[in-house]
């Protein structure tokens, strides 16, 4: 007879030495069976016509979900994170996935895991995938690197079709007169569309008028957005890492030409073109309205609202008056619904949005958290991840994502390792594909002591939102008891509830079990009333970004550019001043130096400038010389993978 877990499947049975994550991954699928994804979605709760199967691994959730359970009361909410990242991993993904797997195929609570969706970028090339490891992952791991159900790509086209209607209205604003731009926007007696009337609207025009009863100003108004080119933020976007897209020339072709408005006859045509760039599409302000979206309205005027540059008059000139906010969430409609998928111990889990936490907001989406939340009930677990370390990804979490999902967390579970903290201690540096030093393979209590400094001022962070804090040891066969000793003590002197050590990536849920009745007494033990923001978003945007950089990060202050200093005036002119802050800096330290380890000192963070994500709902200073898409490295990811062309399998993927 087959023994069975706390929910009814197959107990997982580790192989020892752990394989590689793809090869777990496949042997799963392979010698337990996958459990047949609409099973799986009525066993969480989600009834049949609330499910769209996509394959037999994978399907979207309808948002119905929240609907029909909207009067049952939230289960318990729970964001993992972690200390600054280092070369040496910390294992954040694989933590909340095996904790998911603990709280429900351990202890047999009802539980979702809520993950973003990893960019493609990453996966092949230095990070790889986000699907966790070992034997506390999501399945089939291959699929759910790469591509998964689309989402990414429906941003990307989303994102990029903006993109071309920014050019194609300048390049005709340029050339064409007030009233050719009209005749050609409202041709012969057709009527203003949908989209056109919302621009009346905000321009105070009657949108009950016919076109032909607008005034010759009122048609100038309506037709010419006139673009103060230097003001525009919008950037393509691709899914892949390319440094050599971070800054481009376009309308550099024979046909891009245009002869000047207003010019002389006989004038010659100029080159109509302009400098721009690319961003990875996990940056797009698409994937953030996607990500801080509740509901398809939401969605809509999100999108729409997005900003993408300013006249010359000042005002802002959004999607909605480039006529682009309804195609934009007509390729993003089915990107709304969250996806389910599995652990390799058939615990439910959503995937949904992958928006970066160094350079965008970092987290899954509102709406996967609440339908998660509504359908494990009072007694169940929802947990989600924040990217990267608690100072970027998790204050994004608590002052962005609740602030808009109304949620409240009751605890966070902080992710270390003894050589990551071995590194923070002063550690020699950690070269790819050279042997580890002694001092992280060796006992060194030191290192520890010292590196523990970055771990502690991440559980204070953390205290100041009102949750709970346990810390999640992630265990390495070369850790010893009395570094680990050093790790706990210091927690708890610092005002976590616990510290636990788990072996989740080699032993699955079970090896989380202790991590899990953790978690589940710190929930208990608080009330999620008890939550409270950092900041209120009322204050000036320079109050805003001070008091994160000088709370979270430990700055002695903040210096903005010029640029910066032009962008907070008109961001504040044009309405946008109570919008909460989203800063992009380095994760791999709390300054804006990554090799600043530890808990660095004496340090001010520079802003070289504030974009508006107006439409998503918040500023995004950027600082340091952080980059909004990655370059590869001389050896991607990439090299390793391949295909077996007999079987179809996907060989090297991690």
Partial sequence: MTETNAIGHPTLKPKHPVPSDIEVSQQIVKEVGLLDIVTLAKEAGIQDEEIFPWGISKAKISLSVKDRLKDSPNGNYVVVTGINPTPLGEGKSTTTIGLAQALG????????????????????????????????????????????????????????????????????????????????????????????????????IDSSKKPSELTDEEKSKFARLDFNKESITWNRVLDTCDRHLRNIQVGIGPKETIKPRGSEPGTPRVQHDRATGFDITVASEVMAALALATDLADMREKLGNMVVGYSKAGQPITADDLGCGGALTVLMKDALMPTLMQTVERTPVLVHAGPFANIATGNSSIIADEVALKLVGEDGFVVTEAGFGADIGMEKFFNIKCRYSGLKPKCAVIVATVRALKMHGGGPAVSAGKPLATEYIEENTALVANGVANLVKHIQNAKKFGVNVVVAINKFKTDTDAEIDTIRKASVEAGAYDAVMANHWAEGGAGAANLAVAVQKACEANDADNFKFLYDVNISIKEKVETISKEIYGADGVDFSETAEKQIAQYEKAGFGNLPICIAKTQYSFSCDPAAKGVPTGFRIAVREIRACAGAGFLYPICGDIMTIPGLPTRPGFYDVDINVETGEVIGLF
């Fill in 105 to 204: 195929a351990t202890l047999g609570k009802k539980c979702f895991a809520c993950i973003r969706q990893p960019s493609q970028g990453p996966t092949f090339g230095i990070k790889g995938g986000a699907a966790g490891g070992g034997y506390a992952q999501v399945v089939p791991m291959e699929e759910f690197n790469l591509h998964l159900t689309g989402d990414i790509h429906a941003v990307t086209a989303a994102n990029n079709l903006l993109a071309a209607a920014i050019d194609t209205r300048l390049f005709h604003e340029d050339s064409q007169s007030d009233e050719a731009l009209f005749r050609r926007l409202c041709p012969g007696t057709k009527d203003f569309s949908a989209i056109m009337k919302r621009r009346l609207v905000k321009l105070g």
